[in-house]
């Protein structure tokens, strides 16, 4: 399982119901952050975040309403007694920029910022960031100036425990299960070796979120990028304006379905919508002639994403200045 929050879905103007882009995703009490709009510390500490929690912030390019909303988090954090370092990941530049930003700026945190370059040009094949619970990968995005597609993978969860199995091969309940549960061989007091395959299901598969930031249609197909459970793709424009959107380094909310559709995503979130459309209704509608499960991504919106096997349920919270109200889709 893992919890999405839209903490901004607006493009390059700021329009007060969507703000700036930036997307959190919460697994396992850690928070990864994709790029940082103006005002996002807002959103995320509204969405309860945490001060103290694991925190890696990717960014996908250098413009201003993907990455100026970076230096007041971290002070923000800093000054609610943020003690554990932060992790920025982003193109060649970033250094710099944190580096003005933070330590030329004079104000100082109270924790350590560690900041890595990627250069969108190169092949990325090892994943930027690997642990137990998740990856993170990069590829390239094709935009006005060097930019990246990032692709957060769950890692794959054991299958389910077979209790009636268990009994059958002795194994009490306790400790020995638990460890069988988390891929352990375990000896039984009788001196018998059991292996995990002999008492768990098929692995599950994990979550896979595909995030485009700016760019034309994603490119890349291969096996990092096919397949997401989840796809968020720039959307700007409608397609009656699709040259706008070339020219601009952008994608109309046609090609971002035409993308799903392509690599294979079961849900579809159009985001970084031009200030010019007061509704989005012809975006959505557009996208879905082509990709059924496709949605606006909405400013505050939390999704709490659940899969069992093929199955996928979304829960959403929308979380208004006067309202909270949930939907459940399976």
């Not at 995503?265 to 159009?270: D, N, R, S």
Request: aromatic share 8%; net charge positive; proline share 7%.
């Amino acid at each position: 399982m893992i919890r999405l929050y839209f903490i901004g879905v607006g493009g390059s103007v700021p329009h007060p119901e969507r703000g700036l882009p930036c997307l959190a995703i919460k697994k396992s009490g850690e928070t990864i952050l994709f790029d940082c709009g103006e005002g996002s510390q807002v959103g995320y500490i509204r969405a309860g975040l945490g001060v103290n929690k694991p925190l890696t912030i990717f960014i996908t390019h250098l413009h201003g309403d993907h990455l100026y909303g970076l230096p007041p988090l971290l002070y923000s954090l800093s000054l609610l007694g943020r003690t554990i370092p932060v992790r920025i990941i982003g193109p060649v530049g970033l250094y710099e920029y944190v580096d003005i930003a933070i330590e030329k700026g004079g104000g100082g945190l109270g924790f350590r910022v560690e900041v890595m370059e990627v250069k969108p040009e190169a092949p990325h094949l090892e994943p930027l960031i690997k642990n137990d619970k998740y990856e993170v990968y990069a590829r390239p995005a094709k935009h006005t100036i060097p930019s990246l597609v990032y692709v957060f993978r769950e890692k794959d969860l054991p299958g389910r425990f077979n209790v009636e199995k268990a009994e059958k091969l002795g194994i009490p309940p306790g400790p020995l299960r638990k460890a069988l549960q988390k891929g352990e061989l375990v000896k039984l007091p009788s001196g018998k070796v059991i292996c995990p395959e002999e008492v768990l299901g098929p692995p599950r598969p994990g979550i896979k979120v595909v995030y485009s930031g700016d760019t034309r249609p994603i490119a890349s197909t291969d096996e990092i990028v096919k397949r997401p459970d989840i796809l968020i793709h720039d959307s700007t424009f409608t397609h009656d304006i699709a040259d706008v959107a070339a020219e601009k380094g952008h994608s109309t909310a046609l090609e971002a379905a035409q993308t799903a559709r392509r690599i294979g995503a079961k849900v579809l979130f159009l985001f970084h919508f031009s200030q010019r459309y007061k509704t989005l209704d012809k975006l959505r509608e557009e996208a879905r002639s082509v990709h059924r499960l496709t949605f606006c991504a909405e400013k505050g919106t939390a999704i709490t994403v659940k899969k069992e096997r093929d199955r996928l349920e979304l829960t959403f919270t929308y979380v208004g200045v006067y309202t909270r109200n949930r939907n459940t889709i399976r």
